[in-house]
C-alpha cells in the first residue's frame, strides 16, 4: 500500500500491521526529521565537492555511520525503558548546487526556494546581503553533514571518522558547532534566556499519545516534512525532507535592554517586569505560554502546550509575540497553520558560550552582544510553503495577522515602523500608548537550503 503522507491519524510506528511500503519508508528515511534527534553537542560539517565522483564515494561511504528513523525511534524507545544509550547522529543534507556537482539533474525536485538557493532568495527574505554574511556561507556549499549527540565525545569520535573519509578533492568550507542551553532547572533554553523547542508538530502516535490536550492538537500529517526522494530508486517507498539552516546571531545585551525598556514604558514593576519580555515572545523564560497565565507558573510544571489564541484578541498574549506571529493557533477555522500546512519540524541547536546565566535577571550590561545564537534548522516538505512563509508572510510582514500588528519582536527583518500596542495590564481590554516596536536583535550570518536524501538513494551512489 502506498504510503498516505495525508493521513489523518499519527503514525504508529511500530505496529505489527504496518505495511512493506511504509516500513520502507521508514528503514530509508534519514532520523531527526520525524523526531528530534539528542544533538545536545553537535558539528555541522559544510562541505564543497571538487569532483563529482569523489562526492558520490564520499557520500556513499557515510551510510555505515548512518541510522535509519526507524533504528533512531527504537532507540528512543529502549532508552525510555532502560536507559539504555542510543549512538550518534549523522545526517546527510545536499543542496541543489551539491547535485549539480554529482552529476544529477535537479529538475524532478519541485521547490523552487531549494532550486534558488538561500543567496538567490534574500530579498524575498529581507536577510542581509550575502557580502555580510559570514565568509563560509559565502562560498558554494555542497553538502552537510550533521553529527549530533548528547555528550561531546561521540561526536568528536564520530567527526574524526566522517573526516578520514573526505577525499582530497573535496573541501570543509565551514563548520558550526552546536551546544545545548539549559536553565537552573535543566530545561532546554535559547540565548535570550527562553524555554525553547517545546511547540512542535508531531507525527507519531506515541508521541500524540503522550501529549493529549482539549484545545490545541499537536498531531500533523507526514505530508508537513516528507516528500518522495525524486533520486531514489523507488520514490513510492523512499522519503526525504528539505532541511534550512540559517545561523541566526543573537545580541542578548540588545534584546534585555528592550525588554526593560519595554517594561518601564508599560510602567511593570517588580514581579510584573517578566511581563514586558513575555510580551516579545509569548512565553515567559520558564515557558508559561503567556495565553494561559500572566505571570510564569511556578517551577517544576511541565511546559504549558495545550492552549489556543481562540478567545484572546491580543489581551492575553499580544497578537504580535514571537510564537503567535509563528504559529497563529486556529486563527480561522481550523487553524490556518494547519489549512495552509506551514508547520515545519524545527530541529535547531544553540552556538557560543557565555560565562553569566541566561536565565537570570542580572543586568543587560553583563550579557553578550555577539557570537552567540541559534543554529536555526527545521524540516519541511515545503521550504516556500513553510520556513520562507513563516519568515516572510508572518514575521517580516507588520499587518499580520492584523493591521498595525508590526513585526516578529524576535525574528522580523526589515523596516519595523508602525507603531505597536500592548495590553495595560494582563487580560485587561486597555491598551498601551502607541510604542516603537523593539529594534532587531537577531541577526541573519548565512545559511543554506539542503534536501535530506533517503538511505536508499545514498547507497544508490
Ligand atoms: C517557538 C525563540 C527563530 C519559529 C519559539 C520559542 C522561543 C523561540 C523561545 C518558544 C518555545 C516553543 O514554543 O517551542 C526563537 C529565537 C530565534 C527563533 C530566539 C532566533 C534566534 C525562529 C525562526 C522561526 C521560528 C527563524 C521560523 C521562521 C518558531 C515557531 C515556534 C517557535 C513556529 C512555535 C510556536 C508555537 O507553536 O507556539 N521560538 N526562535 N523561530 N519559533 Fe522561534
Redesign the pocket.
Known amino acids: 500500500m502506498p504510503v498516505d503522507l495525508s493521513n489523518g491519524k499519527p503514525l504508529a510506528w511500530d505496529s505489527a500491521k504496518l505495511d512493506a511500503d511504509t516500513k520502507a519508508m521508514l528503514d530509508n528515511l534519514q532520523p531527526n526529521i520525524l523526531q528530534g534527534h539528542v544533538r545536545e553537542s553537535m558539528s555541522l560539517l559544510l562541505v564543497r565537492f571538487g569532483d563529482g565522483p569523489d562526492g558520490r564515494r564520499f557520500l556513499r561511504s557515510l551510510v555505515p555511520l548512518m541510522k535509519s528513523a526507524r533504528k533512531h525511534l527504537e532507540e528512543v524507545r529502549d532508552f525510555n525503558r532502560s536507559k539504555k544509550p542510543g549512538t550518534p547522529y549523522v545526517g546527510v543534507g545536499i543542496s541543489k548546487l551539491g547535485y549539480l556537482k554529482l552529476g544529477e539533474s535537479t529538475t524532478k525536485f519541485t521547490d523552487n526556494a531549494f532550486k534558488s538557493g538561500m543567496k538567490r532568495r534574500k530579498d524575498t527574505l529581507s536577510d542581509p546581503a550575502v557580502g555580510a554574511w559570514e565568509k563560509h556561507y559565502q562560498e558554494e556549499i555542497h553538502a552537510i553533514v550533521l553529527i549530533g549527540d548528547a555528550t561531546s565525545e561521540p561526536v568528536a569520535a564520530t567527526r574524526t571518522r566522517v573526516l578520514a573519509l573526505l577525499p582530497k578533492s573535496a573541501k570543509i568550507v565551514g563548520e558550526e558547532k552546536g551546544e545545548g542551553l539549559r536553565d537552573a532547572q535543566g530545561r532546554g533554553i535559547?540565548?535570550?534566556g527562553?524555554?525553547?523547542?517545546?511547540?512542535?508538530p508531531l507525527f507519531l502516535a506515541d508521541q500524540v499519545a503522550a501529549e493529549s490536550g482539549t484545545n490545541w492538537n499537536p498531531f500533523f500529517p507526514l505530508s508537513h516534512v516528507l516528500v518522495p526522494d525524486p533520486l531514489a530508486p523507488h520514490p513510492s517507498r523512499h522519503f526525504g525532507s528539505y532541511l534550512v539552516l540559517?545561523k541566526?546571531e543573537?545580541n542578548v545585551r540588545a534584546f534585555r535592554e528592550a525588554e526593560e525598556a519595554l517594561a518601564d514604558a508599560l510602567g511593570l514593576k517588580g514581579d510584573d517586569r517578566p511581563l514586558a519580555g513575555a510580551m516579545l515572545?509569548?512565553?515567559f523564560r520558564n515557558?508559561t505560554p503567556l495565553r494561559l497565565h500572566g505571570k510564569p507558573s511556578s517551577d517544576g510544571h511541565p511546559v504549558q502546550?495545550d492552549f489556543s489564541y481562540r478567545d484572546d484578541p491580543g489581551a492575553k498574549c499580544p497578537v504580535s509575540a514571537?510564537?503567535?506571529k509563528?504559529?497563529p493557533?486556529d486563527s480561522r477555522d481550523g487553524g490556518l497553520e494547519r489549512a495552509l500546512g506551514v508547520?515545519?519540524a524545527?530541529r535547531?541547536q544553540t552556538y557560543g558560550r557565555r560565562t553569566d546565566r541566561p536565565w537570570d535577571d542580572a543586568g543587560p550590561e553583563t550579557r553578550p552582544t555577539g557570537g552567540v545564537?541559534?543554529l536555526?534548522m527545521?524540516f519541511n516538505s515545503s521550504l516556500q510553503n513553510q520556513?520562507e512563509f513563516?519568515?516572510q508572510t508572518w514575521?517580516d510582514n507588520p499587518d499580520f495577522p492584523a493591521g498595525d500588528t508590526g513585526h516578529d519582536p524576535?525574528?522580523g527583518q526589515g523596516k519595523r515602523e508602525v507603531k505597536v500596542r500592548y495590553p495595560k495590564t494582563w487580560g485587561g481590554t486597555k491598551l498601551s500608548a502607541p510604542q516603537r516596536q523593539v529594534p532587531q536583535t537577531?541577526t541573519m550570518k548565512g545559511g543554506e537550503y539542503f534536501f535530506m536524501p533517503s538511505l536508499a538513494y545514498l547507497k544508490s551512489l
Open positions: 535559547e540565548h535570550f527562553y524555554v525553547d523547542g517545546r511547540s512542535q540559517r541566526l543573537q515572545v509569548g512565553r515557558g502546550n514571537h510564537i503567535r509563528a504559529n493557533r508547520m515545519m524545527r535547531g545564537g541559534l536555526f527545521a520556513f513563516t519568515q514575521a524576535v525574528i537577531v
